[in-house]
Each structure stands twice: as C-alpha cells, then as structure tokens.
C-alpha cells in the first residue's frame, strides 16, 4: 500500500518560496487544519514558541489532490551544494507533439518563471536527441528543470 507524503524544502524565506512554487506548480496555500484560523493558531496549539510563528505562508497543496503538499521549513544555513533531489515540471505535451512546439512551451513556462523569480541555467538539448529541456533555479537556488 502506498503511503502518503510531503514534500519538505529546508529554505531561508518560506513565504517567498511559497509564493514562488504556489505559481510554478499551479498550486494553492494549504488550509490551516480544521478548528484552527491560521497555521499560527495550530502551532500555538502545540507548543510551538512564538519566536518561531509569523513566517506567512509556508504549505502548499495541490488544489486536485494529485501531487504530495509541500511545506518549506526555515533553517538557519544557506543552500552550498547542488541538490540530490529537483524536481521536473512538465509542460510540453509529451513527444507526440512536435519537436518546435514543445520547444516554445518550455521556453514560455521558462519565461514566466524567471518573471518569477526563477533564473535560468541553462538549456539541455543534444544534437540528434528528440529531447529539450531547460534547467532553472528558484529565488534561493533550488535546481529544477522544466520539460
């Protein structure tokens, strides 16, 4: 049996990365747990100390239930090495559509994640592989690729 997940992205800034995959992964800010207001409320309601409330939105989740929620969790040490694990967005329709229109797909959802705040890295594409492909970096320079 399958098991359910989340997936954790250790950050500096939990509202701004929030706000930058929430918009990446067409994604909503998750609901605080029922009988609570805000994630604030919960957290005081387990003994977390208020130092470590305020953050703003720090959850995501998937608005159709399909992929895991996310949650970006504030650590102290900034990002050094290069991740073990990215993630992949997927945008252009798989291979059955054309080679130039897959293309321009992942370069538009390039585009709109630079506006974003992501930075490109750059293109991965070989001659005579039917393959393109970009690699980009969050605002805090988490590797992700768009295909």
């Given at each position: ?116 705040g992501g930075s490109l890295t ?26």
């Amino acid at each position: 049996m399958a098991v359910r997940y989340q997936l954790v992205i250790d950050c500096a800034d939990p509202d701004r990365l929030a706000h930058f995959w929430a918009a990446a992964l067409h994604y909503e800010f998750a609901p605080a747990p029922a009988g609570f207001a805000t994630w604030d409320d919960y957290w005081r309601d387990v003994g977390v100390d208020e130092s470590e409330l305020g953050m703003g939105e720090d959850r995501i989740c998937d608005p159709a239930s399909r992929g895991p929620d996310i949650w970006f969790q504030p650590v102290p040490e900034p990002k050094i090495i290069k991740n073990r694990l990215h993630l992949d967005i997927s945008v252009d329709g798989g291979r059955e559509v054309p080679t130039e229109i897959r293309r321009q797909r992942v370069d538009a959802e390039a585009q709109r994640l630079s506006e974003l705040g992501g930075s490109l890295t750059r293109a991965l594409s070989e001659p005579g592989l039917d393959h393109y492909a970009v690699a980009m970096t969050d605002p805090e320079g988490n590797e992700f690729d768009i295909n």
